[in-house]
């Protein structure tokens, strides 16, 4: 199948479209890439942008994080949730410290070897802060390709397929081929909706293969969030926050969440912290991990 030319227009759409977010600044470097594409793991923006600023001004390098204790990491994490991406990030600050002499490397495959860090963010890190010519593939990515290229409403789960196809909309230019990366995400993310999409607002509408099928219902095989309210991931949550307060003292285990509807759930999301590495266990009192 000969793919379209979305290049052109997506270029053209982004110089003019694109938010103003702090890691599209020239300037702002490897490491603050690195933190945020860990951050921006299944978080809105608009709550990263604060967080990523403490961080940064506290930690300016990856060595400066790696001397602190992990319980920091998960400290400064704060509400952002997924509370393992911390731990994940300081493992990472460690292993480039002690591996990359304190700099975030540019190669791929050993952005790869690092703690916590996928396909995505080692080619994003490699694209958007060393402007390499990679294929860097998102949720919001994806659904543009699946929409312009496949015709589908919706994308099919993650596959090695979707580097494949991205790297055949790349123009040759490294430059080119990194706004293009930005301006797919982007359009995703504001334009190409998985509910809303604004076609009409689209600068590629005229070149999609599932606006000219006239938008059929494809299916949609995505996988459903569960519930949040009541659910184990809040009673985590919930054990998290107390913990953080009182660091660095202690909490007794039966008074993590008193007021915790369940207290079976409550030992179970205990357990399960424990399990993760977030929190540690002594003589029947919690902690962050030392």
């Known amino acids: 199948m000969r793919m379209p030319d979305l290049a052109t227009p997506l270029i053209a759409w982004f110089r003019h479209n694109a938010r ?5 600044a020239p300037d702002f470097g490897a490491w603050g890439v690195l933190v945020s ?69 540019r190669d791929v495959d050993a952005l790869l070897a690092l703690t916590g860090i996928g396909d995505y963010t ?6 958007f802060a060393y402007g390499d010519r990679h294929p860097v593939v998102d949720t919001n990515t994806r659904r543009v390709i699946a929409r312009a290229v496949g015709g589908c409403a919706q994308p099919n789960p993650p596959s090695p397929r979707d580097l494949v196809a991205m790297s055949t909309l790349l123009p040759d230019g490294d430059d080119d081929a990194a706004v293009v990366n930005a301006a797919a995400m982007e359009l995703g993310a504001l334009v190409c909706t998985a509910r809303a999409p604004r076609c009409e607002s689209c600068p590629i509408a005229d070149r999609c293969a599932w606006r000219a099928a006239g938008y059929p219902d494809t299916g949609d095989t995505r996988r459903r969030q569960a519930r949040y309210e009541g659910s184990d991931r809040q009673a985590r949550g919930a054990v998290m926050k107390v913990l953080r307060d ?27 912290l424990i399990a993760d590495g977030l929190i540690e266990a002594s003589d029947g009192l919690l902690h962050l991990p030392r």
């Open 37 to 105: 594409e860990f951050m921006l793991q299944q978080t809105p923006v608009t709550r990263v942008v604060p967080r990523l600023e403490e961080w940064l001004t506290r930690w300016p390098t990856p060595a400066a994080l790696a001397t602190e204790p992990p319980a920091e990491a998960v400290r400064q994490w704060a509400n952002l949730g997924y509370p393992r991406r911390a731990l994940w990030l300081h493992r990472a600050a460690v292993e480039i410290a002690e591996r990359h002499g304190g700099v975030v490397p």
């Open 246 to 272: 009182a660091a660095p003292e202690p909490v007794a285990a039966m008074t993590a969440i008193p007021d915790w509807p369940d207290p079976r759930q409550r030992d179970r999301a205990i357990d399960s």
């Open 122 to 127: 080692a080619r994003a890190v490699a694209v």
């Open 20 to 24: 103003d977010l702090p890691w599209r």
